[in-house]
């Protein structure tokens, strides 16, 4: 019998102690989540930085940086792939390897925003910026 969590197990534990750490849901819900993933639980922060921090800093790094470990958690600084804006979008939109879907967690808006405010940080300077109407016609299209 194979010992090693599955990967939905491990990105399940991973989303629901980013959850917590955020403030998002308390001890006694964080095993709520890695049984479902579907509720009203949603982050309240609306500026780039304060979702960059409650959301995605835990793994990424305060500069973007990414680390190795237990995961690999790639950098976002002075990463090409957000040249295209469409990219992180669809990334928070639908998750990817070991990152769960964030969908049901953020708005339109609050993608936007973390979106802008991580293509123009930590050595990113991609201008084009995107807007809620854009992360709405992304999310309808998948």
Known sequence: MNSHPSGIAVRSVLLAGAL????????????DVGTSMSGPRTFSQQDGAALFQAVCQGCHQAEGEGAVGAAAYPALARNSKLASAAYPVYTILQGRKGMPSL???LSDAQ???VVNYVRTHFGNQYADAVTPQMVRVA???H
């Open 20 to 31: 917590a750490l955020a403030g998002v849901v308390t001890p006694g819900m964080a095993s």
């Open 103 to 105: 969908e049901g967690y």
């Open 111 to 113: 993608i936007a925003t």
């Open 139 to 141: 999310r309808e299209s």
